[in-house]
């Protein structure tokens, strides 16, 4: 068996609304997975039951209440959960990438250097990282007139894929998935899921959410069930 | 006390005026090249800190300890004025909300920025010019503009010509207090953006005050939440943003209106 990338243990959240009377609202609770190089693990589970909140947790974006998460960082175990914030940012550069549901445009920034950013964060020379952007984004089917335009103006399904191409671009060794496919068409729901099986043949490791069956068929290994934490009585 | 590899930290820093707390064992580290945004509402003490973290306003009790370009660790309330003036005329800078307070309104803008590089031991004319000039284009200002006045400048020209000045001598710490306050959104997103890919390219840290959650989401690393003088919150930018904890940070999180 090849080696764990990521892995959750016991892992539990609950969101307390201060604002609401400090409404405490259980959503994860004894979560344990963990998550092979090579492997794609979909998490399954009726809306509402935290898939979402699993995977932000999982990214160091939801602060967990208890229990671990240990990504392989540079040859070692990093406990997400309670690594200090620098330490996540390193994590996230070069190990644990993300592709929301949703690209956050920064105002006057083209697309091709929303993408190319992640690599000149880590050194690439800003030449090579936008050359490599663009052949992401044409492989996204994201036309060459597009590339220098801020994304704030693109379709839904566009900019999905410009946020796409910043989620593969890294080639992280440790993918998260939020719905990548959600907004796209058929032909582009394709092309997305022959660079998850790129992927996952150069030994990444990836959670993902995917309300499209028939990708998470082509792409899952196989299924984590997060089940709605029942109301205490 | 420094925090290892840390640039600037700060321990107990307590401040009132009068029978008004302003800090209150307000504690903090930055690293190099790191973006840290201190936000809350106004009143809150952000400005205070800022103020008492740059040397300007002595604190009632705590301490600031600097790590300087030569690797000695200074203490900046314990420092000389002179030595005090020297740090932010070189390693460090201060971007003003109001970019009257630094720049000199009846000297070019080229001279405002060849200033600093004047101020720092250069000498030579031509390349002091040619420097300003660079500066001048780099915060997207013509260098034909050169020799006008600041007061020909719109508000926001003024306030690129405000980061020229302070970044020219190549500061490793620049403090902002509202940098982008006061500004027309079009014009807000430009400076955002220069911001954003200067601090980077140069690798500044910036300890960035602000009162607008979307501006600490865009350049911060990470956030340090403000109330009545006390740190309440602090984490990584996206996670205190995205599953605040303190009562006061959910309330200042829920009550951004999204455009």
């Known amino acids: ?233 | 006390m420094i925090a290892p590899g840390a640039l600037l930290s700060a321990r107990g820093l307590a401040l009132s005026f009068g029978r008004i707390v302003a800090l209150r064992d307000a504690a903090m580290d930055i690293w190099p090249g790191e973006v840290l945004a201190i936000v809350g509402e106004s009143g809150s003490g952000k400005t205070t800190l800022l103020n008492v973290l740059s040397g300007n306003v002595r604190p009632d009790g705590g301490t600031v300890a600097y790590r300087s370009g030569s690797g000695a660790v200074v203490d900046v309330h314990a420092m000389p004025a002179p030595a005090l003036r020297a740090l932010h005329r070189s390693e460090w800078g201060f971007v003003q909300q109001d970019p009257r307070r630094n720049l000199r309104m009846n000297v070019s803008a080229g001279g405002n920025v060849g200033e600093r590089l004047m101020a720092q031991g250069a000498r030579h004319y031509g390349n002091i010019r040619d420097e300003a000039a660079r500066w001048l284009e780099t915060v997207e200002i013509d260098a034909s503009r050169i020799d006008d006045l600041p007061r020909t400048f719109s508000g926001g020209m003024l306030q690129r010509l405000q980061i020229a000045r302070t970044l020219v001598t190549r500061p490793s710490l620049v403090f902002m207090d509202e940098p982008t306050g006061g500004l027309d959104v079009s014009v807000q997103a430009r400076l955002l953006d220069l911001i954003r890919s200067l601090v980077a390219r140069l690798h500044i840290a910036v300890v960035l005050v602000t009162h607008d959650i979307a501006v600490a989401r865009l350049l911060a690393d990470r956030i340090m939440v403000m109330q009545n003088g006390s740190v309440i919150e602090t984490g990584l930018t996206d996670q205190v943003l995205d599953d605040p904890h303190h009562p006061y940070t959910q309330l200042l999180v829920s009550s951004v209106l999204a455009a």
């Open chain 1, 1 to 233: 068996m090849s080696t764990v990338a990521i892995q959750a243990e016991a892992l539990a959240k609950d969101f307390v609304l201060h604002l609401q009377g400090g409404l405490r609202i259980p959503v994860l609770s004894e979560i344990g997975l963990s998550v092979h190089a090579g492997e794609c693990v979909a998490l399954a589970g009726p809306s509402g039951a935290g898939k979402s909140t699993l995977m932000r947790s999982l990214y160091g974006n939801y602060l967990t209440d208890s229990g671990s998460i240990l990504v392989r960082h540079r040859g070692a175990m990093v406990d997400i959960a309670v690594a200090d914030p620098r330490t996540v940012i390193a994590v996230r550069r070069e190990t644990l990438g993300y592709v929301s549901q949703f690209l956050r445009v920064v105002p006057r920034v083209a697309a091709r250097d929303v993408v190319a950013e992640v690599l000149i964060a880590r050194g690439t020379p800003e030449a090579e990282a936008r050359g490599r952007a663009s052949e992401l984004l044409l492989r996204l089917n994201i036309p060459s007139r597009l590339h220098g335009l801020p994304p704030a103006t693109f379709s839904g399904g566009e900019q999905q894929r410009v946020n796409l191409a910043r989620g593969f671009i890294g080639g992280h060794p440790i993918l998260l998935l939020d719905e990548p496919t959600a907004s796209l068409d058929v032909a582009n729901a394709s092309v997305v899921a022959g660079m998850i099986e790129e992927a996952k043949a150069r030994g990444t490791a990836i959670v993902g959410i995917f309300h499209d069956l028939d990708i998470r068929d082509r792409v899952a290994d196989r299924l984590f069930h997060v089940a709605p934490i029942q109301e205490a009585a």
